[in-house]
Each structure stands twice: as structure tokens, then as C-alpha cells.
């Protein structure tokens, strides 16, 4: 999503405000920009990549010592050069008598009101260069500015209704930088040396130039100038909020013998699910924190909350909750779920899962839960800094690494890994789980990285079926069971990166719909284990073959289904009992991308697509 970067300093700070934007790549993007004060406001921008905006930087010589930039991922406004960040204000009057603008701004985040204040604005004689919210707010911290661009900056926050993340500096205060957050995450970052202070949306932004963080509340406001900086809450009494020491690691990771990130992520699965298990010897309630004993057993639900592939994680975990842990649980969009009547429990355990742990619609629906009385909070999330983890009482952490491509792979196996943890957790604490079963789960859960190293031997096979698929335009999943979901997040990863139309449907739904859409021209792909449902999918793989539909299943060895004329089979290493939804959406992910690969698609940066979704 968005990124920001911001700076003080008695050096020229362009390099690593360019450097940061560069860091914050992952997160998608459709324009970026800079702007220093240089002897007044000066700001280079680009609808290409960041690395046009640094050339540009660079012809231009574009310096200064206070400076802010940006990646912006198009909400109001198409994704064009006058609607990239940063914005200028442009003062009023018109001709001679204009009054030259005085404030650059950079902005994440959703203005809900900004039609009234543009309004108000344009009647005292403001105009406007772009369809975007964040210049009615330089504007009106432009008409607020009286000597003093903190108190400007208070008098436009009273003023806007959403969510943001706000840096911004005026150019008759060439040594300050003022922000604030509501909903949308921003840090701050205490340099070494040159006086630095610095603010960004994500820390990696900074990994290299500092690991001194401050993690911004919600609500807090900042004023950074050389060598010092305060922090004020929403109401204006000052704040002392911890310097933490965090080490961030650069974006731009080395891509070695892979084509693209999602490749390189995809084969990195089985370590990152080696170090999300590391140090688990046995379960136990305290792998999820202090006090999680006492709330395992008080609860007697599960809501879990969740967005896109971090949703279908929750949905496999309901089959294991239910199943093994005897816990009734119910799954929500996130999104969706703050926005209509619901019955709360106060006994109900509110599990987010996320894989930035800053996901706008999770967080609000996160502290919608809240609000209602339910304070027993648990995060599966993958960043242990995050405003997620923060703000959740118990938490698991997922050591999948950063995850550069947009469309998430091994972070999606890795939740997948902590969840099933904490449905033998829950299960031990409602006395479900025997001795012998807790040994036999751990003996599965220590064999997967294994067992997934010899899923993805499997690629050439996939690889084969991807030259079909990428001809096609549409496409049906089927599943059962806990391989529902898996079918669900198999068409998400298809649709997102390769741009096919997929659908994804529990089979014995089939005859109820999507049956009308099969024929030759459309490939049916079926996650088929050797469980209790296979005969039931088997019957619906046939209701297929008798409409001239062509199959592509990936059995289990023993699940004595052979290739065909119209059916393709893919044998899959071993049966994995409750884990087997781990080892089935590794060929639904390198289908996607080689089918990607073969139709020239820009894998790591899908269209229209953004890594970390930091607006509602």
C-alpha cells in the first residue's frame, strides 16, 4: 500500500528518502514522489518506478536537508503524475496577487469529508490540481498556517474525518517535520548522527539507517525537528512513548537463481515453516503468551477476522477448531463484519489473522470486537512490531520473513502452521487432546518442511499443466471439507496474478450452478485427498467428465484416481491427514504463477494490487 518517508537533518537527505521508497516497493505502488525545501519547495514525482524517480532526482539535483516522499497506490484520483504525492499547497488569489502556497504533504490513508472541505476551500479561493483527498488536507493546513506549522497541523486534524497518515513540512520552517496517524500505521525513527529524525510507515523504509523506533499510537501526533522530536496524543498532552531497537530488513532481498519474488517465496516455504515451528517442544498454552492459559479455558468460541488469503487461512482453521478442538467458531471478512448487527460473546476468543499485522479493515474489526465486549484477543501475524500484535492480548508469531510479492505464499503456510498449533493448544485446555495425539500432531507438524520440499519437486509437472491454462480465460476449483478453502485460495492466486477469471466452489455445489459453465473450453481443477469425502468428489469429478469438462486433480497416491483422456492427475507424495491443506496449495500456487509466467504478467506487482492494504 502507500508508503512514507520522512526527514530532518543537516545533510542532504534524498538518497534516503529514495532509499526508503525503494524498501516500501513490495508493498505496490502506481506513483511515487519527493520534495525537499530548497531554498522553497522543491519536489521531483513519477508514474514509473521508483528507480525513474531516483534518475529524475538525480538530472534535476534535487537536494535538501527536510524532506518527504511517497508511493501511492491509487484510492481518489487515477494513478497519474498530477494526483502523485507529494502535494504543494498553492496559496489563494489569482495573477499577481496570488499568495504563493507554503506546505508539502504526504498522506496514507482515506478522507472521508474531503468533498465538503474542498468545497469550503475552493470558495476561499484554493485550487486544485488533483482529484485526490490529501490535497484538500495540504490545502487546509496551508489556510490554517500562522507562524507555527504544528499548530496548523492540529487545526486541519480537528477538522478531517477517516483514517491517515500525515507528514508534512512548510517552507518558512525549513528545519521541521510534522505528522500524525489515526488508522493508518506511522513510526518514527531517531538517527545517530546529523541531528536525524525521521518518520515512515514501515520500519524496513529505515532498516539500514536506523534502528531506533518509535512506534506511534493511534491518535498521536509528532513534531520533528534537528536533533530532537515530541510526541502529543490526540488531545494534546505531551507522550513518552518507548525507543525500541529494531532491526528491519531491506525489501530488496537478493532474488538468487529465482525469475521472481512469488518463486522465490514459494520454495522458501519450507524454512519458513521450520522457523514458525522453531523452539515448539510440546504444547502449550504459553506459545501464545502470558495469561493464555486462563483465557483457553474460559473461552468458549472463536471468532476469527481476517481479509483475502489470510481469510481462507481462518476458514481451513474452523474445520480443525470444530474437529479436533470441539470449539465452536465462526469466520468473518473482516471488512464486512464491523458494518452489520452481530451477537456478542464476551467468552468468545477474537482471533486476527494478518500477515503485516497493520491491515486496515482487520484493526477496525479487531476494535469493533472490542467494543463489544470482547477483550479475549489473540493475533496470528507475521510482524511482531506491528499496531496487530499491539493491540491483541495473546499472539503468535509467524517467522515467514518479509514477503515481497504482492500475492502472499508462504506466509499464507505459515498461519496455516500457527493456527493448527492453536487448535491443539485450545484442545489441550478443554481436555481433548491425549497424550498420544499431542505426540502424533507434532510428529506431523516437525515432518512438513520435508514434506513440502517433495510438493514442490512436483513444479515441472505443474509447469505443464500452466501452458494449457494460459490459453484459457476462466477457470473452476473444486474442494471438500477443509480443502474447500484451499480450492478458494488456489482461484484467488490464479485471478490475482495471471488476470484468468477463477471460481472456487465446495464440489457437491457443483450441480447446484456452476455446472452450467463446464465444457472443454473451461479447466476444472480438484484438490482431491484420500479422506473421507473422496468418493462423494469422485462422483462429482464424473458430473463433470459427462459434460465434456477436463479435469485437473491433484490426488493423494492411494486415492486411486488415474490420468485420462480429460483427466490430468498430478500425484501428490503422501497422504497428510489434518495437514494436508499445507501440502495442496503449494501446485495451486506454482500453477498460478507459472500460468503468470507464460501470459507475461508482472508476477510481483500485479495490476491494480497491494501488498499491505492500509485503507478500508
Not at 506511534?216 to 501526533?221: A, C, Q
Not at 505531551?238 to 537478493?254: D, I, L, P, Q, Y
Request: hydrophobic content about 40%; some cysteine; charged content about 20%.
Amino acid at each position: 500500500m502507500c508508503g512514507i518517508v520522512a526527514a530532518v537533518s543537516s545533510r542532504n537527505i534524498v538518497p534516503i528518502l529514495v532509499q526508503g521508497l525503494q524498501r516500501l516497493e513490495y508493498r505496490g505502488y502506481d506513483s511515487c514522489g519527493v520534495a525537499v525545501y530548497a531554498d522553497g519547495l522543491k519536489r521531483a514525482r513519477s508514474t514509473a518506478r521508483v528507480s525513474e524517480l531516483q534518475a529524475q532526482v538525480s538530472s534535476e539535483q534535487i537536494e535538501g536537508g527536510t524532506g518527504i516522499a511517497h508511493t501511492r497506490w491509487a484510492t481518489h484520483g487515477a494513478p497519474a503524475l498530477h494526483n502523485a504525492h507529494p502535494h504543494f499547497s498553492h496559496g489563494t488569489g489569482a495573477g499577481s496577487s496570488a499568495r504563493p502556497g507554503k506546505v508539502a504533504l504526504v498522506h496514507n490513508g482515506i478522507i472521508e469529508n474531503h468533498d465538503e472541505l474542498r468545497a469550503a476551500l475552493q470558495a476561499k479561493g484554493y485550487a486544485f490540481d488533483s482529484q485526490t483527498d490529501t490535497e484538500v488536507i495540504v490545502h487546509l493546513m496551508d489556510s490554517l498556517y500562522d507562524g507555527d506549522l504544528f499548530e496548523a497541523l492540529k487545526a486541519t486534524l480537528a477538522q478531517l474525518r477517516g483514517a491517515y497518515a500525515i507528514a508534512a513540512f512548510c517552507k518558512d520552517e525549513p528545519h521541521r517535520v510534522v505528522g500524525a496517524r489515526a488508522g493508518s500505521p506511522l513510526i518514527l525513527g531517531v538517527g545517530a548522527e546529523h541531528g536525524e529524525t525521521f518518520l515512515a510507515s514501515d520500519a524496513m523504509a529505515l532498516a539500514g539507517v536506523t534502528d531506533q523506533i518509535v512506534y506511534l499510537e493511534e491518535g498521536d501526533l509528532v513534531d520533528l525537528q534537528l536533533g530532537k522530536y515530541w510526541i502529543f496524543e490526540r488531545n494534546g498532552q505531551r507522550a513518552e512513548r518507548e525507543v525500541k531497537t529494531v532491526h528491519a530488513h531491506s525489501g530488496a532481498a537478493e532474488l538468487g537463481p529465482y525469475r521472481h519474488y512469488m518463486q522465490k517465496e514459494i520454495f522458501e516455504q519450507p524454512r519458513a515453516i521450520a522457523d514458525t515451528l522453531e523452539g515448539v517442544a510440546g504444547i502449550v498454552p504459553e506459545l501464545f503468551g502470558d495469561g493464555a492459559y486462563r483465557t483457553f479455558k474460559d473461552i468458549d468460541s472463536v471468532l476469527i477476522l481476517a481479509c483475502g488469503t489470510s481469510y481462507y487461512s481462518g476458514c481451513t482453521a474452523k474445520y480443525w477448531l470444530e474437529s479436533i478442538a470441539g470449539i465452536p467458531t465462526q469466520v468473518e471478512v473482516a471488512s464486512e463484519y464491523r458494518y452489520r448487527t452481530s451477537v456478542p460473546n464476551p467468552r468468545t476468543l477474537v482471533v486476527t489473522i494478518t500477515q503485516s499485522g497493520e491491515t486496515a479493515d482487520t484493526l477496525a474489526a479487531l476494535r469493533h470486537a472490542q467494543s463489544l465486549g470482547m477483550t479475549q484477543t489473540l493475533t496470528i501475524c507475521n510482524v511482531a512490531t506491528s499496531a496487530m500484535v499491539r493491540e491483541c492480548k495473546l499472539a503468535y508469531i509467524t517467522r515467514a520473513g518479509v514477503e515481497i510479492g504482492v500475492a502472499s505464499t508462504k506466509a499464507f503456510t505459515a498461519q496455516l502452521a500457527g493456527l493448527f498449533l492453536l487448535t491443539l493448544a485450545l484442545a489441550q485446555s478443554k481436555d481433548r487432546l491425549s497424550e498420544a495425539d499431542e505426540a502424533a500432531h507434532l510428529k506431523a507438524l516437525r515432518h512438513l518442511p520435508a514434506a513440502l520440499q517433495a510438493v514442490l519437486a512436483l513444479e515441472p509437472q505443474v509447469i505443464s499443466w500452466s501452458e494449457d491454462f494460459a490459453k484459457k480465460e476462466n477457470a473452476l476449483f473444486l474442494g471438500r471439507g477443509m480443502h474447500y478453502p484451499i480450492a478458494l485460495e488456489g482461484a484467488l492466486k490464479l485471478k490475482e496474478i495471471s488476470y484468468i477469471h477463477a471460481e472456487a466452489y465446495p464440489a457437491g455445489e457443483l450441480k447446484h450452478g456452476p455446472l452450467a459453465l463446464v465444457t472443454n473450453a473451461m479447466p476444472i481443477v480438484t484438490v482431491a485427498p484420500n479422506d473421507a469425502l473422496l468418493e462423494k468428489l469422485k462422483s462429482n469429478m464424473q458430473e463433470v467428465r459427462a459434460r465434456g469438462g477436463v479435469l485437473y486433480v491433484l490426488a493423494d497416491a492411494d486415492s486411486r484416481i488415474d490420468s485420462s483422456e480429460g483427466v490430468h492427475v498430478i500425484r501428490m507424495p503422501e497422504h497428510y491427514g489434518a495437514l494436508s491443506p499445507l501440502l495442496h496449495v503449494v501446485p495451486l500456487q506454482l500453477l498460478a504463477y507459472h500460468t503468470a509466467c507464460a501470459r507475461g504478467t508482472d508476477v510481483d506487482k500485479p495490476r491494480n494490487l497491494a501488498k499491505s492494504v492500509t485503507v478500508e
